[in-house]
Every structure is written in C-alpha cells, then in structure tokens.
C-alpha cells in the first residue's frame, strides 16, 4: 500500500482546508486509515480515523466539531475536512493505512498503523 497526502498550504485562522490522501493497493479499502500531525518539536498525534467503510470515525478532543474524516473507496480517498482552523495545528498531516481493523481502544495509536505518506504541510497563521 502506498499513501500520497496533498492539500496542504499556508491559511488564515479561522479558514477551511481540506486534505487528501490516495492510496494504491488491493488492501487499502479494506482497512482504517487515519490522519495524523506533528509540529516542530513535538511527537505525532492522533487527529481523525475512518474504518474501512466510512461508517465509522473517531476524532481526537481537540478536532470534534471542527474536522470530518471521510472516505471514497470507489476512488481510493480519504479525505479531512478541516474548519476553524487554528495556528496551533500547523503541523505536518500525514495520511496512515492500518492493516487490520482496529477499534475505539487502538486506532489512535500510530503504532497501529503500517502504511504512511509522505505527509502535507499545513501552516495556519494567526
């Protein structure tokens, strides 16, 4: 499975931005994909995740209300809508593929996530 992310740029507070990620493989419909963010000098959180039909999502605290995850498998997509953005998420999005089904309890872990892209740059300026 490969994963490119893309949509990323520089943005004011307060604007919408919406990322993407494709991924190629045979698996990559048949598993959750998430959308992670590291900023300068910080480790790499947890932001959304999709399970592998898009019925369900799961939202780190700080994104509920203001980020949906979504996904397309007819096209290979999964996207994150992002609203209300704030300059505290600058960070670099990364799109991950895990491969096997995960719940509530371990989809938030990066570790359980074997595939990544290459990361988008997301700067919101204040």
Do not use: H
């Not at 919406?18 to 910080?42: D, E, H, I, M």
């Not at 995740?49 to 979504?70: L, M, Q």
Request: aromatic share 12%; net charge positive; glycine share 12%.
């Amino acid at each position: 499975v490969q994963l490119q992310a893309s949509g990323g740029g520089l943005v004011q507070a307060g604007a919408d931005l919406r990322l993407s990620c494709v991924g190629s493989g045979r698996t990559f419909n048949y598993y959750p994909v998430g959308w992670f963010r590291q900023a300068p000098g910080k480790e790499r959180e947890f932001v959304a995740a999709v399970n592998w039909s898009g019925g369900r999502t799961y939202y780190a605290d700080s994104v509920k209300g203001r980020f949906t995850i979504s996904r397309d498998n007819a096209k290979n997509m999964v996207y994150l809508q992002m609203s209300r953005t704030k300059p505290e998420e600058t960070a670099v999005y990364y799109c991950a593929a895990a491969q096997r089904a995960l719940d509530a309890g371990t989809i938030q872990d990066p570790n359980n996530y074997r595939y990544w892209g290459q990361g988008t740059l997301v700067t919101v300026s204040s």
